[in-house]
C-alpha cells in the first residue's frame, strides 16, 4: 500500500513539475507579448497562465502530506488534504477571474493608442495548442492516481487553452481593424468567464467531498451485484459510503445462513471485501457488518 502511494506522488509531482515550467515559460511569453504588443487580453491570458504555476506549486506542495500513508493519528489516511488542495486552486483562480474581468470592465472604453501587435496574436496561438496538449497529459494522470487535485490542475490547463481562443480573435481581429481595438477589452472579459467556470467546475467536487456526500445508486447497485456474486451471501442492504478525494470508504450489511460459525461468516465477509475493494469502482476501504439471514415467513412467524 505503502509503495503504491509513493509511486502515485512521484507520478503527481513528475506531470505537476513539467506543467510549471512551461506555464513559467507561458506566462514569461504572454506577459510579454501583450505589453510589447499593446494588447491587454494577452497581458490578461499570461497572468492567468502565472496563476497555473501558483496552484502547480501548491499540488507539488499539498501532494507530499495527501499521499503519506495512513497513521495512528490519521487512521483512514490524509486524502481530505487534497480536497482543502483542490479548494484553495479554484479560489485562487475564481480571485483572478473575478480581478481580470473587473479591470477589463472599467477601462471597456478606454481608447487604444496602438492596434495590438502580431505577436500578442502569434503567443495566443502557442497558448491554445501548448495547454491543450498539457490538458490531455494531465487528466490522464490524475484519472489514473485517482488525484481530484491534479484533475482540477489539468482542467486549469484546459481553461488557460479555452480563454486564448477569443483573445487569438480578438487580437486578430484588432490588429486587421484597428478601428475594433475594443475588442481585446471584450476579450479580457471572456477570458475571465472561462476562469471563473474553471474555477466552479473545480472547486465544486472538493466541496462534496469535504460534506461526505455518498457515491451515486450506480455504484450501489454495482455493490449489492458484486456480493451478491460471493457464494455464501444471501442479501446485502444498508450501504454507505463517504467520498474522499476521487476514491470511497463504504460499509454494508452482508446476511448469510444463520447457522454458518463465525470463521465461515468471516471468511465469506472477507471474500465480499476482497471482490468490492479489486473491482473498478474506486472503493478504498470497506467494512461488512456480518448478520443472520432469515426468510420472511419466519421472521413474521
Known sequence: MAHKLDESVREVNRITIIGMLINLSLATFKVFAGWYGHSQAVLADGVHSLSDSATDIVVLVGARFWGKAPDVEHPYGHRKIEAIVTIIIGGALGLVGLGLGYSSIITLNKHHENPPALIAFVSAIISIVVKEWLYHWTIKVGKKVKSSAVIANAWHHRSDAFSSIPVAVAVAASYFLPAWSFLDHVATVAVSLFILQAAWMIVSQPIHDLSERGTDETVVKRI??????????????????????????????????????????????????????????????????????????????
Open 224 to 301: 449489492e451485484e458484486l456480493s451478491d456474486s460471493v457464494p455464501g451471501v444471501q442479501g446485502v442492504h444498508k450501504i454507505r459510503s463517504r467520498s474522499i478525494s476521487s476514491v470511497y470508504f463504504v460499509d454494508f450489511h452482508v446476511q448469510v445462513n444463520p447457522h454458518l460459525d463465525v470463521e465461515e461468516g468471516h471468511n465469506i465477509a472477507t471474500s465480499v471485501k476482497n471482490v468490492v475493494l479489486n473491482s473498478d469502482i474506486g472503493m478504498i476501504d470497506v467494512l461488512i457488518h456480518i448478520e443472520p439471514y432469515f426468510e420472511k415467513n419466519n421472521e413474521l412467524g
